[in-house]
């Protein structure tokens, strides 16, 4: 087994094909609360993963233990899309975000906010597009949940990928208009000029 990475939430293994994700214990929490906070969730990442399996692209849930805090999932080769985004020829980039916002619009349609749309969450692996860390993820039928979701994906886009932030994000929503429901792309206007979020 092989860490991949220690976060501040979490520990990734990659194990012969798996990306086992561990919540490790925060020491500052109670252990009471610290323990209810991890199971639940490691409980709610499972459940959207498998959820949104059917939908869109995502690592395929293997098994879930709420003793030990694990997730096996599949391991999905390929680059992490903050890595590359930059570096992808236009027309590549432009077709990779109208996709984005088609998997996106396809989560909300079914009412899965993923609360942590940033490029450090999605892997290209080939021209196929990734998504996975559901670790803020929610269920709601809220259109203001899904414009806020779409909000923070341009925010990742000008503060990690300024040069092309704007036509990449237009890219996105095109993708997402149409499959998804408009009233988000309005609220997304609204979100956005009242400046709650910025
Ligand atoms: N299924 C997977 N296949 C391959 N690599 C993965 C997979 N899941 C995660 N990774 C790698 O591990 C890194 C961290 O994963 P993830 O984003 O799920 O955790 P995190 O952001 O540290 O945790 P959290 O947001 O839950 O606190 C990713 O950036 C990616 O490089
Ligand atoms: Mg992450």
Not at 40 to 69: F, G, Q, W
């Amino acid at each position: 087994m092989e860490l991949l990475k220690q976060g501040a939430e979490a520990k990734l293994w990659e194990d012969e094909g798996f990306l086992i994700k561990e919540r490790i214990k925060k020491n500052y929490r109670i252990d009471e609360i610290d323990n209810k906070l991890r199971k639940t969730r490691t409980r709610k990442e499972a459940k959207l993963l498998e959820k949104s399996h059917s939908l869109i692209n995502v690592p395929k849930l293997y098994n879930v233990d709420e003793k030990s805090m694990t997730i096996t999932m599949e391991f999905v080769h390929g680059d992490l899309v903050k890595n590359v985004f930059d570096e992808l020829n236009e027309r590549i980039r432009v077709n990779l975000c109208v996709d984005m916002g088609k998997q996106i619009a396809e989560l909300h349609n079914n009412n899965i906010v993923h609360g942590d749309l940033t490029t450090s969450n999605m892997i290209l692996n080939k021209d196929k597009l990734f998504f996975f860390d559901f670790g803020l993820g929610f269920e709601s039928l809220r259109v203001e949940d899904k414009a806020v979701d779409l909000h923070l994906l341009r925010q990742t886009f000008e503060s990690k990928h300024y040069l092309h932030s704007e036509k990449a994000f237009d890219s996105v929503l095109r993708g997402y208009s149409a499959k998804g429901d408009k009233n988000a792309v309005e609220r997304l206007k609204k979100v956005e000029g009242r400046g709650r979020y910025k």
